[in-house]
């Protein structure tokens, strides 16, 4: 039995050694990559925002709670300390862009609060919510709960 020499463009293979129907798939490769890469990157750029939420709520918290502490011991009447260190509060919470809604504060005193020398601490709790899904309307999404307590002592001189 003699085999006789085929030509190449007899092959199985294209006049270019490309294997057949490599003419439909031509471009589905970068739609694979973009389509894959969106599904890969929107998790991880959701993460990143995420995690910077809550270190802007963790900065907004020590700054409030260390401001409302100042702010108190320098009243000598404990409405308007209250009121002083809620605005502060409330000033620090909007800096930072967050709701100022979501912040609570509590302030405890040991020895009295306007006795010279008596301590005053102001911890400041904020509840902060998902990037874009709090923008929604009627959704309630927390990402964490952040807190901070800053002390102050009362002054001998007001």
């Known amino acids: 039995?003699?085999?006789?020499?085929?030509?190449p463009s007899q092959t199985a293979y294209g006049p270019r050694g490309e294997s057949?129907?490599?003419?439909?798939?031509?471009?589905s490769?970068?739609?694979?990559?973009?389509?894959?890469?969106?599904?890969?990157?929107v998790p991880v750029v959701y993460?990143?925002?995420?995690?910077?939420?809550m270190q802007?709520?963790?900065?907004?918290?020590?700054?409030?709670?260390?401001?409302?502490?100042?702010?108190?011991?320098?009243?000598?009447?404990?409405g308007l300390a209250q009121q002083a260190a809620e605005e502060a509060v409330h000033m620090a919470m909007e800096d930072m862009g967050f709701d100022p809604e979501n912040a609570q504060l509590t302030i405890s005193c040991d020895g009295g609060c306007f006795t010279a020398g008596s301590t005053v601490r102001a911890?400041?709790?904020?509840?902060?919510?998902?990037?874009v899904v709090g923008a929604v309307p009627g959704v309630n999404a927390t990402a964490a709960t952040v807190d901070s307590?800053?002390?102050?002592?009362?002054?001998?001189?007001?």
């Open 1 to 7: 039995m003699q085999l006789l020499p085929t030509e």
């Open 20 to 27: 057949p129907g490599l003419e439909a798939q031509e471009g």
């Open 29 to 41: 490769a970068i739609v694979e990559f973009i389509f894959l890469a969106v599904l890969l990157m």
């Open 47 to 53: 993460l990143i925002l995420t995690v910077g939420q």
């Open 56 to 78: 802007g709520g963790a900065y907004a918290v020590v700054g409030a709670s260390d401001q409302a502490a100042k702010v108190f011991v320098l009243h000598s009447d404990l």
């Open 123 to 131: 911890s400041v709790t904020l509840r902060v919510e998902l990037p």
């Open 149 to 158: 307590t800053s002390t102050q002592k009362v002054g001998r001189f007001k």
